[in-house]
């Protein structure tokens, strides 16, 4: 990680080879100023699209990124009526379009203000995090990689030809599944673009549709019948001849396990680590799934905590085929939700635990009143966890 000191307002850094640019702050805006890898072409436009725009590439005055020198640019962003925002800095393609695809992934300086942070969406530290506090104020960021190679020029609309082969278990029946093509591109958000079956001779899956222009994709199987495992990994850029020919061996699950049928089980879950839910102090921990009567995975199967233990539990739950699912905490006082884990998980028995570790969601310190209607909460004081109540505050219980 490139290193350098910080100072508020206006910065100078020194990196092993060569110093980060001085920049003014600008009154009202917090402003980035970020480093970028090397590509083969010239630096194209690039915006930021966050909170403020809706989390929209299409919107309207997306704020620009301006050259400063060699390597380096700055964006100056508006704040939201709390004094914050997050996003991500999106490069536009050479056809002039902004694309998710094309995000970065971000590190920090050591020695990096408190109000900037950097989050993980969908496992990729690529969220550019503007606590209050940085109104009026610069942070630096290293923008380690690009999602993709925006140097390439993005496919016309037209028909494409997929192409897909995969490692498949001596055990399976590959005709008897199915493999999706997911998608997005110019004016089409994320949605199914087109099937592929197997081809005995070629030993792999094609087919042939209708793609946008600038199209990213990803595989996805469903085996007899079962859920749709999605390949791991970024999406793929579609060629520019319209022609896909790829090989896939990684996904979020196996997708080659023979699908169970529905049924009634017990699903438990035991938290391990530093910060534990816990049912006395109002948090909640539900199950969340392809439930039938639940087609957006809402949360409405709560579990409750066995006494004197950190596992919680649901009894006679009826579960549909092809059962997939994660446990979701609700933590008191606190409008963040923890879903756990990362992938999910594809029920394979009648009864089911989970351990996992951390991480929590915590209230700062001065933010933690002695008001009598006030509920227990969870904090951090000067490094120790604390449970502070509306009558007392208790040290290391969690």
Known sequence: MKKFLLSVVAASFAFAAFAAPTVAPTEGMATVVFSVPEVTCTYPIMNFIGDVQGYNPDAENLPVAEFVEDGWYKLVLPLTEGGSTQGKICPQSLAGKSCWDYQGAYSLPDGAPAWISIADDYGTANKIVLSEGCSGQVAYVDV???????????????????TVSFEIPETADPSEAIVYVEGQGEGQSWGELGELLYDDRSESFTGAFDVPAGCFYKYVISYKGGNRIYMKGE???????????????????????????GGVGTFSVTF?????????????????????DTPDWERVYELTQEEGTDKWVIVDLTYPAAFQFKFVVKYNESDEEL???????????????????????????DEVSADETQKAQKVIIDGERWIITPTAAYKGLY
Do not use: R
């Not at 380690?144 to 030809?161: K, R």
């Not at 999406?235 to 049928?261: G, H, Q, R, T």
């Open 144 to 162: 380690t990689a690009w999602q993709a190679d925006f140097c390439v020029m993005p496919n016309p609309e037209g028909e494409a030809s997929f």
């Open 235 to 261: 999406n793929l850029p579609m060629p520019y001849a319209l022609i896909a020919d790829d090989f896939v061996n990684e996904w979020d699950n196996d997708p080659w396990v023979e699908p169970i049928s």
């Open 339 to 365: 879903w756990v884990p990362a992938d999910n998980i594809q029920f394979d028995e009648m009864t089911y635990d989970f351990e996992f570790e951390g991480p929590c969601p915590t209230v700062d310190a």
């Open 272 to 292: 391990t680590g530093e910060c534990l839910p816990s049912a006395q102090l109002g948090d909640k921990v539900f199950i969340a799934g392809n439930f039938e």
